[in-house]
């Protein structure tokens, strides 16, 4: 029972520690009883019969019919399969109860609650502290959608192609909708398509010495990352976002100096 192995296990097929190890061992095995498994797997035989049974119900095993009861371990390939599919029915059934949300009365409370505290906030104390790169990603789309006027970006060149990948069709919609889009960052073979992907729909300018990673919008509402793209993993990479005119208005205009050399 290699401790790595089983680990890697739990977390990809979503298994606590007794059915990770009972289904190594029937995997290992074949066939097997109850008692068998829980003696190869160290799970206790009081416990195993429940394990058994939650495996079976996912899936992961068959009862062969016959006494006494043995099971059967499912090939993985097919287990994937499996999983997968009640992977993606659970995910379908959770948007269509979160997207129903919006029409409820629930949904009018905990907007009159945000509205309502959100008044007695300080705009210029209005921050927050963003960790690990998905949620950077998702706060820009939320920051992104709310642009008026204009949007900013100093990126790197692999942040460059990342922002493409991922925000390339909230960036047409902006542009559609009036929102002059400016990118600068350092360009080379990686990101030799970008210039043409985003065609018409921003300028990008290749700028050697900013080294900066930050999004801009309409001069006040801004978001920046405080580490180095080449230093950091997609889990500690950290951003801060503010809203504050000053500030953003002062990089703004930091940001243009570079821009027109």
């Known amino acids: ?7 890697r296990l739990r977390s990809s097929f979503d298994l606590n520690e007794y059915e990770a190890k009972i289904w190594m061992a029937l ?9 068998e498994l829980a003696d190869i797997s160290g799970v206790p035989r009081s416990r195993s019969y429940d394990v058994l049974e939650s495996l079976e119900k996912r899936g992961f095993i068959l009862m062969k019919l016959g006494k006494p009861i043995k099971y059967l371990a499912v090939e993985p390939q097919e287990v994937i399969s499996r999983v997968k599919k009640s992977v993606l029915d659970h995910a379908d059934t959770k948007v269509k109860t979160i997207s129903e949300l919006k029409d409820t009365e629930f949904f009018t409370e905990l907007d009159f609650l945000f509205k309502n505290g959100i008044e007695h906030v300080d705009p210029s104390t209005v921050s927050g502290s963003i960790k690990g790169r998905r949620n950077l990603y998702d706060h820009m789309e939320t920051v992104l959608k709310d642009a008026k006027k204009s949007v900013v970006i100093s990126t790197t060149e692999k942040g460059l192609v990342r922002k493409v990948d991922s925000l390339k069709f909230m960036f047409k919609n902006l542009s559609k909708n009036g929102v002059k889009i400016k990118i600068a ?9 970008i210039i043409n992907e985003l065609k018409g729909i921003a300028t990008v300018k290749n700028i050697d010495g900013i080294n900066s990673r930050f999004i801009l919008v309409d001069g006040s509402n801004l978001m920046f990352m405080l580490t180095d793209d080449e230093k950091i993993t997609d889990k500690n990479d950290i951003g801060v976002w503010i809203n504050s005119p000053f500030f953003a208005g002062t990089l703004n205009s930091l940001f243009e100096q570079a821009w027109s050399k």
């Open 27 to 35: 995997l290992s095995k074949g066939i097997a009883t109850a008692g």
């Open 1 to 7: 029972m290699n401790e790595t192995f089983l680990k």
């Open 185 to 193: 960052a350092p360009l080379g073979e990686n990101s030799k398509g």
